[in-house]
Antibody, heavy 115, light 112 residues
Framework: QLVESGGGLVQPGGSLRLSCAASGFTFSNYWMDWVRQAPGRGLEWVAN????????TYVDSLKGRFTISRDNAKNSVYLQMNSLRAEDTAVYYC??????????WGKGTTVTVSS | DIVMIQSPLSLPVTPGEPASISCRSSQSLLQSDGKNYFHWYLQKPGQSPQLLIY???NRASGVPDRFSGSGSGTDFTLKISRVEAEDVGLYYC?????????FGQGTRLEIK
């Protein structure tokens, strides 16, 4: 199970840190991904992080503003989002991956960027 | 980035009838290990996406056998042998071979 938290309303230019708590599986065995979905839009992959945190990959359009991290001791993955813009408004999902297969998704947390 | 094109984007289907969705990738998704890093997801209304088919043709755990996936390289198809009311939602294809991971636009299946 994956449970996201940390979403909310933030002003343009502000920051938010999303968290995703994992349970029911060996967290440290899996890559973890963040995927977002703007209102009425399709799915957009954001970033992922390797099991030990040694590799992180981002979609080019978000590099420099978003940072993914994880704490295997806490079975959690995080997404630090800075300099937020209206177009970052979306539901943010965390998901687990292994061997190129993303198989379990959380229910998502909603981020709204508005003044 | 790899572009994934789905068709059709809207799919009205009568219950009990078959349905088919296509997805074409701008580059081959066939890795040297012989696997296609291509997957299908269903997002039911108000829910998060759920994995239906992974690596092109493998049904995920708990997925009814009326769902099947086929294809290789750049062209893939999802087939539903007999559509049921619970199959409504948005169907997405996704590739994980190339970075960044990319999705198709989504196909909305609705019941006639």
């Amino acid at each position: 199970q994956l449970v996201e938290s940390g979403g909310g309303l933030v002003q343009p230019g502000g920051s938010l840190r999303l968290s995703c708590a994992a349970s029911g599986f060996t967290f440290s065995n899996y890559w973890m991904d963040w995927v977002r979905q703007a209102p009425g839009r399709g799915l957009e992959w954001v970033a992922n992080i390797k099991q030990d945190g040694s590799e992180k990959t981002y979609v080019d359009s978000l590099k420099g503003r978003f940072t993914i991290s994880r704490d295997n001791a806490k079975n959690s993955v995080y997404l630090q989002m800075n300099s937020l813009r209206a177009e970052d408004t979306a539901v943010y999902y965390c998901a687990r991956g292994l061997s190129g297969i993303i198989d379990v998704w959380g229910k998502g947390t909603t981020v709204t960027v508005s003044s | 980035d790899i572009v994934m094109i789905q068709s059709p984007l809207s799919l009205p289907v009568t219950p009990g009838e078959p349905a088919s969705i296509s997805c074409r990738s701008s580059q081959s998704l066939l890795q040297s290990d012989g696997k296609n890093y291509f997957h299908w997801y269903l997002q039911k209304p108000g829910q998060s996406p759920q994995l239906l088919i992974y690596l092109g043709s493998n049904r995920a755990s708990g997925v009814p056998d009326r769902f099947s996936g086929s294809g290789s390289g750049t062209d893939f198809t999802l087939k539903i042998s007999r559509v049921e009311a619970e199959d409504v939602g948005l169907y997405y294809c996704m590739q994980t071979l190339h970075t960044p991971v990319t999705f198709g636009q989504g196909t909305r299946l609705e019941i006639k």
